[in-house]
């Protein structure tokens, strides 16, 4: 296959045009808050088919982050524009290829003190290809840490935010890597928190999904919300629900949900293998569904 | 005063020479992994009299970030000479011009598998100055998370390590700022931890030193290492010990310490005041010669 070049779209934060950015010259300052402290917001987006899929639960989510940052708020339209005159640049280009598209919202130089805006879309990988296929292995770990209860969260914490701060989280995936696995679920105690850039979904006996509830530890998902609506429809029972190590192990089935690998069939825990469940063929097939419409 | 520009170099992380940057021109590519995730760690050290201050701490702790995270060994002696030739560089344009030095190493770009780095100069700013001069007010805030005992402690969880992971610290600092406090203390019930980007001195009635030991939540700090290393030689006492927020409100003097604002006395902690104590000069004193010291 040839190499396929990048497509970068640089953005005015809040209105106005995009403006084509050269992806073989670089484009970010020394001083963009960004790069020193990763002072931003981001949002990674699946272009199927020249359309972004699940586009206005991503906007919403952006929008969300980026006032929990003190960074909005933002023109959701705006975004949700730029991102389908990508995604139609890059069905011209690239047809049939499905791409990784990411916002990010900076900011911003500190020279300057307006935010830096960029969208960027790239080819989905071999690696996110195949274990679409054939699925993952993972472990569990901890984070080092515990969400402090409710009543003590301070009231300038960033919530249900997605910042660009993600060096600590992918020094567990690569420690999972190096022993093994594909791929890391957090923990607290044997309480299921999440995947390290992904949703734990758990498939009953009955064929019922079942996700970790959102906040304390847990990221709100974009890909769930789109797969309970979808199920939902289809009249399968969904729930929040804590979860713990051992309902994963005693499922019929457990996936890894994000925007861009969309499932990834957890094969083994902590080297507990996961044989193949009964309904694995319709909720493959309900996830590419829910998370390939736009 | 006229505008200094910064002063760039691109570093070849692992040995050759440096090489100067335009800093007009952006260097930082959209894929890299400092942009994308904030994965990459970082020094800052100041400049003075055309000398890296408290260099040899800085290279040491750079490296253990590095290795923490993967991306080490690194030369220090390499990163060494760029700072003492960057510190001449900046002399020879700006004589007893103070300036701010940040040592960045990333993981680099996706597309290219190989670290970035890079170190920049700028102007001490005036805020720092005024701080240096008149000191700050502080809140005192929870983190929203607490750190598990050392048994539970993941073994890939990068400690003691500086990374570019400041979103959620600067979203503390800009909650501080708009109440009209300068700065935060970080704080696990009355437990003192760290500043937001300082170390936490207590001077006693008796001019002994006291900071809260590192490890748990708090950053080993080069600043309080050199500080502590001036007091004791001088004959102070000095310790690493547990401090509650009730030890600050009755010590002579509470300081926050850094490379580049060097010390910044806290005036109020949460609307307490704490009026001038009886060893602040001695102390300034201390403080100015240990933290420009090479």
Redesign the interface.
């Known amino acids: 296959m040839t190499r396929i070049d ?1 497509l ?1 779209y640089i953005i005015e934060p809040f209105g106005g045009s995009v403006r084509w950015h050269n ?1 073989n010259l ?15 917001v ?1 949002e990674t987006l699946l272009l199927s088919g020249g359309r972004p899929a699940n586009l206005a639960r991503h906007a919403q989510r952006f929008a969300r982050s980026a006032e ?3 960074l909005g708020p933002i023109d959701t339209e705006h975004w949700e524009r730029a991102a389908l005159q990508l995604a139609e640049e890059w069905e011209d280009r690239h047809e049939g290829v499905e791409a990784r598209c ?1 916002w ?1 919202l900076s900011r911003g130089r500190a020279s300057a003190g307006v935010p830096t805006a ?1 969208m ?1 879309a ?1 080819p989905i990988s071999e690696t996110v290809r195949g274990q679409r296929d054939n699925g993952v292995t993972v472990m569990t ?8 209860e409710d009543e ?7 919530q249900g935010a997605k ?10 995936v ?3 890597r190096a022993r093994g696995f594909d791929d890391v679920i957090f923990v607290e105690d044997d309480r299921v928190l999440e995947g390290a850039t992904s949703t734990v979904i758990v498939v009953s006996r009955s064929g019922a999904l079942r996700t970790p509830p959102a906040g304390r530890g847990v990221l709100v998902s974009t890909s769930q919300a789109a797969l309970f609506a979808a199920a939902h429809a289809q009249g399968r029972k969904v729930k929040e629900k804590k979860l713990l190590i051992d309902d994963l192990l005693s499922a019929d089935s457990v996936w890894l949900l994000s925007s861009t690998r969309r499932g990834a069939r957890v094969r083994a825990i902590d080297g507990h293998e996961l044989p193949a469940g009964q309904h694995d063929t319709e909720i493959r097939a309900l996830i590419e569904e829910a998370l390939t419409a736009g």
Do not use: K
């Open positions: 990048p970068i992806p670089p484009h970010v300052f020394f001083d963009d808050a960004a790069v020193t402290r990763g002072d931003g981001v929990q940052f003190g990411t990010t960029w960027v790239t770990t901890g984070r080092g840490y515990r969400i402090v003590h969260v301070p009231e300038w914490l960033p910042s660009l701060n993600y060096a600590t989280t992918m020094a567990a690569r420690h999972a």
